[in-house]
């Protein structure tokens, strides 16, 4: 016997810029796993922008869109995307996370977290691991591991994490 299974789809999305690449990420999760993907493509649409909120209409009338685009998921995906990334300053994004820092009372894991999602808006291509693991290495509380990793000259970002 076949087993009946549904999924939620993410919460109503903030409208905060900085939070669409990690909601729009769950939302194509939820997509795909509830079978939404292979719908046409105005019930995606209309999905999306029924999940996304109330502002989401609004928002959506206001693109440049014709209406054959407005049935088309993958444009409206990128209009939204284009929306919500219309100005990404790198200078800012790496300010932020150069001068991010295990906080009191906070986990290691939600740090390291922080810190690899910070990490996607600073553009750094290849450099990207070594750069989250020399955030990690100098942002943790405890100076005495910090000063153990800097000490290692192989150190890599699994074993940054690791430790």
């Known amino acids: ?4 299974v549904t999924f939620s789809p993410p919460e109503v999305f903030d409208f905060e810029p900085s939070s669409w690449h990690t909601w ?3 939302f194509e999760r939820f997509r795909t796993a509830s ?3 292979s719908k046409e493509g105005d019930h995606q649409v209309n999905s999306l922008v029924y999940i996304m909120g109330d502002k989401a209409d609004d928002i959506l009338s206001s693109l440049p ?11 409206v995906k990128r209009a939204f995307d284009n929306h ?3 100005v990404h300053n790198v200078i ?4 932020k996370f150069n001068k991010r820092s295990q906080e009191v009372g906070e986990s290691a894991e939600h740090f390291i977290m922080d ?5 996607e808006y600073c553009n750094y291509g290849d450099l990207r691991e070594e750069m989250i693991r020399d955030r990690i290495v100098v942002g943790i509380r405890d100076a005495g591991l910090s000063e153990r990793l800097q000490l290692n000259a192989k150190l890599d970002l ?3 994490i690791a430790q």
Do not use: S
């Open 1 to 4: 016997m076949e087993q009946l």
């Open 24 to 26: 729009f990420r769950r």
């Open 35 to 37: 079978g939404l993907a």
């Open 65 to 75: 869109l014709t209406p054959e685009q407005l049935k088309d998921y993958e444009a």
């Open 84 to 86: 919500f990334f219309r």
């Open 92 to 95: 800012y994004e790496r300010a």
């Open 115 to 119: 810190v690899h999602k910070m990490a």
């Open 158 to 160: 699994a074993t940054a």
